[in-house]
């Protein structure tokens, strides 16, 4: 049974770092195109970053906002994806979700992902 859990959200001022882990169970993660989404408070879910699976290079995409500042990766011997995230702002504020792309289609869209975890609260503020 497919499961993903996510972890290491907190409470950070602007300019700090996290660190996101997403661990996964009842599938190899590397096999998989990996995504990671935030929801803001009354946004929508928005995608953050992506890689590629290992057959596809593990190749990294990232939304504009964050291309300089966030590190997608995959450590296989874990079976965990992270998000490194520096020089953090407050619009980076949300819950941030990671998922294995399982449909197709464009990395962005939100319909190609079936399996969440619960998210991980990230909060950027002074």
């Known amino acids: 049974q497919l499961q993903l859990v996510e972890s290491g959200g907190g409470l950070v001022q602007p300019g700090g770092s996290l660190i996101l882990s997403c661990s996964a169970t009842?599938?190899?993660?590397?096999?998989?195109?990996i995504g990671w989404f935030r929801q803001a408070p009354g946004k929508g879910r928005e995608a953050v970053a992506y890689?590629?699976?290992?057959?596809?290079?593990?190749?990294?995409f990232y939304r504009d906002s964050v291309k300089d500042r966030f590190s997608i990766s995959r450590d296989s011997a874990q079976n965990t994806a992270f998000l490194q995230m520096s020089s953090l702002k407050p619009e980076d504020t949300g819950v941030y979700y990671c998922?294995?792309?399982?449909?197709?289609?464009?990395?962005?869209?939100?319909?190609?992902?079936?399996?969440w975890g619960q998210g991980t609260q990230v909060t950027v503020s002074s």
């Open positions: 998922a294995p792309l399982v449909r197709g289609g464009s990395w962005i869209d939100q319909r190609a992902y079936d399996y």
């Open positions: 009842g599938f190899t993660l590397n096999e998989y195109n």
């Open positions: 890689i590629t699976h290992s057959q596809g290079g593990g190749v990294p």
